[in-house]
């Protein structure tokens, strides 16, 4: 290698060539690979075209969920983003000096713009409201270049007594994209995310845990909407925004299964939108012979189409997750029950009395769409982990409730 050529190299996250940047080198198209792991699951993998210091290439790698053409279009929008991110680091390198007055609050706002289109829309609007209500108002005045670990702690142990993990996640993207812009050091960047908030004692759910208590319960609604919602909560632990989308043709009559795909959420513009599960996986969860007439019974009675919603509010439109849950809190909360629990806590319920029953863990991560096992796990520590079938019979115990109509 010539002196020239040595001279004409930079490190940006790795070596690359300065004078080929935008394009993928030469070689690595066939190395691009979108491969199969699982069903509808395919692991994408591309060559940045850098290089560590080491000689080894630095790759972009991807789990994704969907078709295969997907997964293509997924892999070019990929090496599209590779493209601008160099793109817009050699701008930089010729004005290394760009924007470095900019005050925090100013550069939080840049980087929210990019983010929310990186993110779904519930985890968009949780972030959001993270930043604009805590992270600008505490570091307003900031310059980028000042933004450091020190800082960081110090915000950590001044919010210390709330769930920090995202507020975690929203600084260190904060503190990467102010080196990628060249406001901070990479040495600054690592100190951040070196950082690690006070540790969280989660709260323990208030649940219904006596089948009895949650017959009696559901008796207690039966002539009002909340009803169906409760029952399928109690019957499959499935998530809210799961329930209110579920719609009779989602219902497997014959296979005693019920189909969730997909679920609703509020867009910033307040209208009510469909999108998939909570982590994007269709799941069927099995239901019993009860269960079945029960279900078809109310969609007789309604006179449904196999199109129409399963739970309708007093004005037969859809439920909204936050007002399903806070009419079934307050409803719990009146004098005559007295009970202090959520609709939430209902799922919470439904895994715990599988565990009692001697349902795996694997088998309840699946059933209730939970991605992480140790979320299952936290529920006891005393159930053992073996298989079990009696579906039916469990339940029959979790959800015991009788119909008192003829």
Known sequence: MTNKKKKDSKSIGGTINIETPLSIRKGT??????????NKRYHIEIDTGRRYE????????EL???TKIEAEDREKQLKKE????????????????????ETFEEFAERWAKQKKHQVGPNTWKTYKGILFNHIIPYFKGCQVSDFNADLVEEYY???????????KAILDGIAKYAVRKKFISKTQQIE?????????????????????????????????VLFVPTYLAIATGARASEIIALRWSDIDYNKKKIHFTKSFYIDEDGELKEKRTKNEDSRAVA???RDVKILNQIKEEREATENDLVCLNSEGEPFRVWTLSRNFSNRMKAKKRGLNITLHSLRHSHITLLLYEGFSQRYIQ???GQRDERTIKSYTHVIEDKEDNRIEVAMTKIVPYQSQKK
Not at 87 to 96: A, F, M, T, V
């Open 64 to 66: 994704f969920q969907g």
């Open 157 to 167: 142990y001044t919010k210390a007594g709330i769930k920090l993990h995202q507020h």
């Open 366 to 368: 699946e059933r209730v």
């Open 192 to 224: 951040i995310t070196e950082v690690k908030p006070p540790r969280w004692t989660k709260k323990e759910i208030n649940c219904m845990l006596e089948p009895e208590e949650l017959a009696k319960m559901l008796v207690s609604i039966e002539e009002s």
């Open 287 to 289: 239901i019993t012979k």
């Open 29 to 38: 198209e066939e190395e691009m690979a979108v491969k199969k792991v699982a």
């Open 82 to 101: 590779i493209q601008e991110i160099i793109s817009e680091e050699l701008k930089e390198i010729k004005n290394p000096f760009h924007g470095k007055e």
């Open 54 to 61: 080491n000689g080894r290439k630095i790759l972009k790698r």
